[in-house]
């Protein structure tokens, strides 16, 4: 027996167990720089780049896909560690018994190290080249342009995976070297099998099914924790991807949609209806014309027309809006209210941005906003803005010597007229880059009496086509040159594109989720096969072979829903909590949540029947030997 | 005397023709040729043979744990040939006690429980099965042991709380293979002890082995030679 040809002839020979660890491996390690690859393309790329989401919610998916990626590189690397430690652990009979037969130590330690250094070195070279593979297609897919992606992962994961498998997987050779022959031959060191002989009434109560089961989990408990700690893992980052997700996306759909009611009506100048509907389709389109003028006197909307449209049965509210094109200053020197004059901080600086400055009258409003503070109040001091407007002027900047900034203790300045800022919303009008004035404030300032445009919230019970045909002839016998329209197909863009972001970052962890499931068929596999001779010995005696399928479920069954229980109560504390702060979650959302959850613990479920199954309906004879 | 039989209701175990025949590789090799075998009731049969004689799966056809490639088996006026799994396994567990050479217990069960959980399966009341596993314990010479677990008898002893498994549903016929194979002189003799009270209470035991004391027992000796029955004689 040459010492290189015994390993490489013994895990071709052990076809099913070296495909299973070498899978597990590929895809593990695969799936893993895949996910890094991705996130950081698709989460970080996001949540860097200006003009595709507003600032806040890139700050919110980036911060979801760095969390998503670093429970992807957790589970990734836990899988690896337990993959080998399986597989390593599993050879400790075989180990004993080249022992038994006069083999030298080190000659049986350097055959599986052999083995273990090829399983580790082809699963983790395979998973490099499929995890690249797997970017490469997604990236062409899902991005118009393929970008070079971040080489430097492969490393990162090559080293780290490598030296995992390795580390676990030496400890039960380096454990068993130390065993005489006998021990390593005895059951009790087979497979993590700790002898536990507690105190037992002769006759237990409980049903021999259960019994067996639950004692073969108590003998085996090392390999039961570890797979109970990855799979409860998987079960945070499933709970975290998919619960996350969900809420994620519905809650950031209703921020998106809330500004702008779905049904409202739109009149406006044509080239300012188009102006204002690029400028809302930001997340998916190529931005507005800007050099566009929305102070021209020709988009301008006369009161009369407004006084008459709002006189129509039809119509709930007319909501009249001056929207302008400006640069806003950051205003500097405000101090914190109620600070002593010796401990006085001041915030803020000289930032400045260009927005879009919206007048609004407080009382026609048709829209709603997700804010921090709170919206116009009256006030004509009142200003509040974009997301993307506080997260660019009102952060902290230790490069231009500002400590502390918070947008709601600060001021936005107009055309040298400033105005308190008592609110930040979202909203994806010019991706975040809004500020909401008062009307008259704005019209003082800017000189401009009459709006640019007109948001329409009709009856409920109206028909909108033919109101809008209504309007269009009010609109004529006026003689003006406006547009009727709405903004039902920008608003369904928008969400379209928010929820398949989600929905992308949603499915990547289903590769972790498939790497676990093999992972686990493995380890059901190996319990299977280490209870083999008992399950034989129950079904000469008389076991249906349904038992020996019962004794295996209650133990998966055990398993998955400690470690679904574990996983799932973690992922939603990570999730609600830390993740998403007022989280809209209604009925329909833990419905949905439930079902992909449950859909989950259950195909794992009934794929871990499958070693039970095959053995059940092997012969006696064939299961004894 | 060479045994000629019909099949009658004195009849426990029943063969026609039995003929295993495995295949290994290319070959085939056929391991019982045409095993035609009537037991009577209560009787001890002993089935002798050199090693790879047939002996082992003669018995596993009997007990239905192996089928025959050609050929028919009858217990207690029931055909197993052909049965469905499900059939054969509570066939075993109500009418066939078995005894391997390796004693198999399951270790994750106590003396006691290994008694009692053929019995479980014939949902006995749990009184009833306590009461049973103790006697079956005291008739084994075990009852101090019941919370033991297998990992902590001795080989003899093993063997003893098999046999004491095999009774528990007080089955027809009591299938033993090479029961005294593993154990010293010393256990042995305490298994011909339990097979002689067997024999006593009128069980119908089959055993394949090679100790002589346990062929004296016997009422009828097969014996097997390169899978033919070479003689069957009282």
């Known amino acids: 027996m040459s010492s290189a040809g015994f390993p490489i002839n013994d895990l071709i020979r052990r076809k099913l167990q070296t495909t299973l660890t070498v899978l597990t491996l590929t895809l593990s390690v695969a799936s893993t720089l895949f996910l890094l690859l991705f996130t950081n393309r698709l989460g970080l790329g996001i949540a860097s780049s200006k003009g595709t989401l507003t600032l806040g919610l890139s700050g919110i998916f980036g911060q979801f896909s760095l969390f998503i990626g670093a429970l992807i590189f957790i589970v990734g690397a836990v899988l690896t560690s337990f993959i080998v430690f399986l597989m390593m652990a599993q050879r400790t009979r075989d180990f004993g018994l080249i022992k038994a037969v006069g083999c030298p130590n080190s000659l049986v330690a350097g055959y599986f190290m052999t083995e273990l250094l090829t399983t580790t070195l082809v699963g983790c070279i395979l998973g490099i080249a499929f995890g690249f593979l797997a970017d490469f297609s997604t990236a062409n897919l899902v991005f118009s342009r393929y970008v070079t992606p971040n080489f430097l992962f492969a490393p990162l994961v090559f080293f780290t995976f490598f030296i995992l498998a390795l580390f676990f997987g030496l400890r039960p050779i380096l454990k068993v070297s130390r065993m005489t022959p006998i021990e ?112 021209d006197p020709k988009l301008l909307i006369p ?59 407080t009382a026609e409003l048709t829209g709603s906003w997700s804010l921090k503070g709170h919206f116009l109040s009256g006030n004509d001091s009142e200003a509040v803005i974009g997301d993307s407007l506080a997260l660019s002027m009102y952060v902290r900047d230790a490069s231009h010597g500002i400590a502390y900034s918070d947008p709601l203790l600060e001021g936005v300045g107009l055309d040298d007229i400033n105005f ?39 009856n409920a019970s109206t028909n909108p086509n033919t109101v809008i045909a209504q309007m269009k002839s009010i609109i004529q016998a006026s003689g003006l040159n406006l547009e009727v329209s709405n903004l039902s197909s920008e608003i369904e863009q928008n969400t379209v594109f928010l929820s398949s972001t989600w929905q992308t970052i949603m499915l990547l962890p289903l ?31 008389g076991a249906k072979p349904r038992i020996i399928v019962n004794i295996s479920a209650i133990q998966s069954g055990i398993v998955l829903f400690t470690s679904f229980g574990i996983g799932i109560s973690f992922g939603i504390v990570i999730t609600t909590i830390i993740l998403m702060t007022n989280p809209l979650i209604t009925t329909s959302t833990v419905l949905l949540i439930s079902a992909w959850l449950f859909s989950a613990l259950m195909a794992m479920l009934a794929l871990s029947f499958y070693p039970a199954y095959r053995l059940a309906k092997a012969s006696i004879l064939k299961i004894m030997t | 005397m060479e045994i000629r039989m019909t099949q009658t209701e004195d009849v426990i175990v029943s063969t026609e023709g039995l003929t295993k025949t495995f295949q290994v590789g290319d070959r085939k090799i056929t391991v019982l040729k045409d095993i035609s075998l009537q037991i009577p009731k209560a009787n001890f049969v002993a089935i002798c043979g050199p090693s790879g004689s047939g002996k082992t799966t003669l018995l596993n056809i009997i007990g239905g744990i192996d089928r025959p490639t050609k050929g028919k088996v009858f217990i207690a006026g029931e055909e197993l040939t052909g049965k469905d799994e499900d059939f054969l396994s509570e066939f075993r567990c109500n009418h066939i006690g078995f005894v391997f050479q390796s004693y198999n217990l399951v270790s994750t069960l106590t003396v006691a429980e290994n008694v009692a959980f053929p019995m479980e399966w014939t949902r006995k009341p749990s009184a009833e099965i306590e009461r049973r596993v103790i006697d079956l314990l005291k008739t084994v010479g075990l009852e101090n042991r019941a919370a033991h677990f297998s990992s902590q008898l001795s080989g003899g002893e093993q063997q003893r709380v098999a046999f004491a498994r095999a009774l528990a549903n007080d089955p027809e016929l009591i299938l033993a293979d090479e029961p005294t194979g593993n154990l010293d002189a010393k256990n042995a003799q305490k298994i011909v002890q339990v097979l002689q009270f067997l024999k006593t209470n009128g069980k119908t035991v089959v055993v394949s082995t090679h100790d002589l004391q346990i062929q004296a027992l016997a009422d009828q000796v097969v014996c097997l030679e390169e899978g033919k029955m070479a003689t069957n004689y009282e």
């Open chain 1, 184 to 295: 390593a031959l005895s059951p009790v060191n087979y497979f993590g099998l700790t002898e536990g002989v507690s105190k037992h009434k002769p006759i237990s109560r409980r049903g021999i099914t259960w019994r067996i089961a639950l004692r073969s989990l108590y003998r085996r408990q090392s390999a039961i924790l570890r797979m109970v700690f990855l799979l409860s893992i998987v079960f945070i980052l499933l709970t975290v991807s998919i619960a996350g997700g969900i809420i994620a996306r519905n809650t950031t759909t209703s921020w998106i949609t809330n500004p702008i009611d779905k049904d409202a009506i739109v009149i406006a100048d044509s080239t300012m209806i188009h102006q204002y509907k690029m400028s809302l389709s930001n997340f998916s389109k190529p931005q507005e014309n800007l050099d566009f003028n929305y102070s």
């Open chain 1, 420 to 458: 308190r800022i008592v609110g930040v919303c979202v909203d994806p009008l010019n991706n975040g880059f809004v500020t909401y004035v008062p009307m008259d404030k704005l019209a003082n300032i800017t000189g401009i009496n009459e709006p640019n445009l007109l948001l329409i919230k009709l």
């Open chain 1, 303 to 361: 009161d009369a027309l407004i006084k008459q449209l709002e006189t129509l049965s039809s119509v709930d509210a007319v909501d009249s809006r001056l929207v302008l094109s400006k640069t806003v200053t950051e205003m500097a020197g405000f101090a914190i209210l109620g600070q002593a004059s010796s401990s006085t901080v001041f915030v803020g600086g000289h930032r400045q941005s260009k927005s879009l400055i919206i007048g609004v009258n």
């Open chain 1, 511 to 541: 590769f972790m989720l498939a790497s676990a499931t093999i992972c686990f068929i493995s380890f059901m596999m190996l319990s299977v096969d280490e209870q083999h001779q008992e399950f034989a010995i129950l079904r000469a005696i």
